[in-house]
């Protein structure tokens, strides 16, 4: 669905964008490292399209504040990040988790159960090796470990945005032929 874009919204975006930016600049002046990058209006229009991702995407920002920039130390192998990326990295493995065990329980029904796994194909073991990777705790990981979570991640939240795309096309495909088939019967295939 898209996001409808009312005066009331776009200036409380604006607001939490340019907020956002304040504190990076204010962390920057006083030489902080490992700062997310700075956002703008034009990227939230061109990234997202429904209100609910933009609104997840809204609190990450206004969670960010001077505790949350401190440099800490992830992994065996201390890789640096900010406090707000790795929780940011933690929500979105906690999401990335469940999106999989949802993919994989609909793989199950749709495969009957007396499967067992290899032979439910290879789509489902990657989903279940990158299940496990994404389980275990970030303090036992490397820096290499620690980025392939974050892809996993990235990955999982396009499939989804590119799904809910698709149903919205196909949706209104749907409706745009049955207008089409109601308006003009003689001349449908």
């Known amino acids: 669905m898209a996001i409808r874009w009312d005066k009331k919204y776009t200036k409380q975006v604006q607001r939490v964008v340019s907020n956002f ?8 002046s006083y030489g902080a490292q490992y700062l997310p990058e700075k956002t703008s209006m034009a990227y939230i229009r061109d990234v997202f399209t429904s209100r609910r991702d933009l609104n997840r995407y809204l ?18 192998e201390n890789k640096k990040m900010t406090k707000w990326e790795k929780e940011t990295l933690i929500q979105n493995r906690a999401s990335a988790r469940a999106k999989i065990k949802k993919a994989m329980a ?9 499967l067992r796994d290899f032979e439910r194909g290879e789509s489902y073991l990657t ?19 620690i980025e392939s ?3 996993i991640a990235t990955k999982y939240r396009e499939i989804a945005k590119r799904n809910r795309l698709f149903k919205k096309n196909f949706k209104e495909m749907l409706l745009k032929d049955s207008i089409q088939a109601k308006t003009n019967p003689e001349q449908t295939d």
């Open 21 to 28: 930016n304040k504190r990076l600049e204010y962390q920057e």
């Open 59 to 76: 609190r990450q920002l206004e969670r960010f504040n001077a505790k949350s920039a401190q440099v800490i130390k992830v992994g065996y």
């Open 106 to 114: 609909q793989t199950r029904a749709r495969q009957g159960s007396k």
């Open 127 to 145: 989903m279940k090796s990158e299940l496990k990777r994404l389980g275990r705790s970030l303090s036992k990981m490397s820096a290499r470990q």
């Open 149 to 151: 979570n974050e892809r």
